[in-house]
């Protein structure tokens, strides 16, 4: 009996102490509040669908509270996804970024720092077209002023910014010196990753090669980034390449 009792009191206290681990965990990452920043719905025009996708159900796996923004701007053009061509339509990019954030987003103009520890902007051709103008001007591209207020805002605070895809230009754009990935250079895997990798050196910034399971770290910028579809992966790939991308942003917030 007292044996019985001994092994009972043992486990009693080992499944206390193995609560008390988890609570202490999950609290930590439970107090994460991240922003997104979307920039349309499709990859031709806005925000790449399943990168967006991606970084919500990391952020969610890793017990983080979310808002979403987007800028309440006139998209560059609209592309007819489907013939792969612009049509004569204009679309909103905010109100085109609520059909990805099933209507639970708002207007980038009221995004605080100080209610988030970190913000990520997912990739997509919106990127570099309605966030910036990248994909018309290259390295000699503007940022939509909000956009870089947002940036700025977010590493005067030393939070952390995570960028996947074609976004991380905006970093090398806003922050002179950082560095960034968008994939490997000279490899046919990542077709369009060796002139983008060129500008963004000649902005004197430092483009770090990186496959698209992995992401980079800048420290001192806090900024964390994967190419995803920079790279012609399975989408499994480009998926798991994200998760590191957030876990590094929410191991930094």
């Known amino acids: 009996m007292l044996s019985f009792l001994q092994r009972t009191s043992h486990n009693l206290l080992v499944s206390r102490t193995l609560q008390a681990v988890t609570h202490s965990y999950y609290s930590t990452q439970m107090g994460k509040r991240v922003a997104v920043v979307l920039a349309g719905c499709g990859v031709y025009d806005g925000s790449e669908i399943h990168e967006a996708s991606a970084v919500l ?11 979403m923004f987007a800028p309440n701007v006139e998209q560059m053009h609209v592309i007819n996804h489907l013939a792969g061509k612009p049509s004569e339509e204009k679309r909103n990019v905010l109100v085109e970024s609520a059909r990805l954030a099933r ?49 700025q805002a977010f590493r005067a605070e030393d939070k952390p910014i ?49 496959s698209v399971g992995e992401s980079h770290v800048d420290e001192k910028n806090k900024l964390v980034t994967t190419c995803a579809f920079m790279c012609n992966a399975p989408i499994h790939e480009i998926y798991d390449g994200i998760g590191t991308m957030v876990e590094g942003v929410l191991k930094m917030a």
């Open 57 to 67: 159900v990391h952020l969610s796996r890793g017990g983080a509270s979310v808002n």
């Open 103 to 151: 209507g639970n987003i708002q207007d980038l103009s009221n995004l605080s720092v100080k209610d988030h520890d970190a913000v990520i902007f997912p990739g997509g051709f919106g990127a570099a077209k309605n966030l910036c103008t990248w994909a018309v001007q290259g390295k000699d591209c503007s940022v939509n002023e909000q956009v870089k207020a947002v940036l």
């Open 162 to 210: 995570g960028l996947c895809c074609i976004s991380p230009v905006l970093a090398a754009k806003v922050f002179p010196g950082c560095e960034v990935t968008v994939g490997i250079e000279n490899n046919d895997k990542y077709p369009d990753t060796t002139g983008t990798a060129a500008a963004i050196n000649q902005l004197g910034c430092k483009h770090m090669s990186k």
